[in-house]
């Protein structure tokens, strides 16, 4: 029990791992206030619980895994505001492609040449307006499943969606992203 209490330092948080987490959180929230109060949450959900810490892992990757829980928690509380109720617009409104979602249907990924260039700043931004610029569900869907890498039944759960549901969601968002970046970075 000594030696738990010698890895754990609560008064060293915020200089070891702020940074750290608020750039783990804003990467999957993309709003700064919000990344702010999520990690403020993982903090005093540390304190409050800092006694169970066992030292099976780091400092750090324990307040990580409070805040992927508070992260799972915020979608989950907007997606309870919105109704459970299944996302049924279709992407495709009309003609022989309404409704489709299938997965061989999804987008394939961008030449080698897009591949590279997505790490540039310009890139990046324009794919993240793009995502912001998705329907709500969709942008959270998709952050949760391609960014976050999340497990599909994990998502599931806590959004209270079908597996079915989410791949619908997803397939819609690549759609659209895909429509959007050809728009506004590869036709220009």
Same mark, same amino acid.
């Given at each position: 029990?000594?030696?738990q ?5 609560t008064?060293?948080?915020i ?7 608020f750039n ?26 800092a ?25 989950r509380?907007?997606?309870? &505001?919105?109704? &459970?109720a ?6 495709y ?19 080698n040449?897009?591949?590279k ?19 709500e ?10 960014i ?28 659209q ?12």
């Amino acid at each position: 029990m000594a030696d738990q209490q010698n890895t754990i330092n609560t008064n060293k948080w915020i200089d070891n791992y702020a940074d750290y987490l608020f750039n783990y959180a804003i990467s999957r929230v993309n709003d700064s206030n919000l990344a702010k109060d999520l990690v403020q949450e993982t903090f005093f959900a540390g304190l409050k619980s800092a006694k169970n810490f066992q030292g099976k892992s780091t400092e750090r990757t324990w307040l990580v895994s409070i805040l992927k829980r508070k992260i799972i928690d915020y979608y989950r509380k907007i997606n309870s &505001k919105k109704g &459970k109720a299944e996302v049924r617009m279709n992407f495709y409104e009309s003609g022989e492609n309404e409704g489709d979602w299938l997965e061989e249907r999804v987008p394939q990924s961008w030449d080698n040449a897009s591949e590279k260039s997505i790490e540039t700043e310009e890139l990046r931004n324009q794919l993240e307006i793009c995502i912001d610029n998705l329907p709500e569900k969709y942008a959270m869907v998709f952050r949760l499943k391609t960014i976050q890498e999340f497990e599909t039944e994990e998502i599931c759960k806590e959004l209270d969606i079908t597996a079915s549901n989410l791949w619908v969601i997803i397939h819609r968002a690549r759609t659209q992203l895909r429509k959007c970046m050809e728009d506004n970075w590869f036709n220009n």
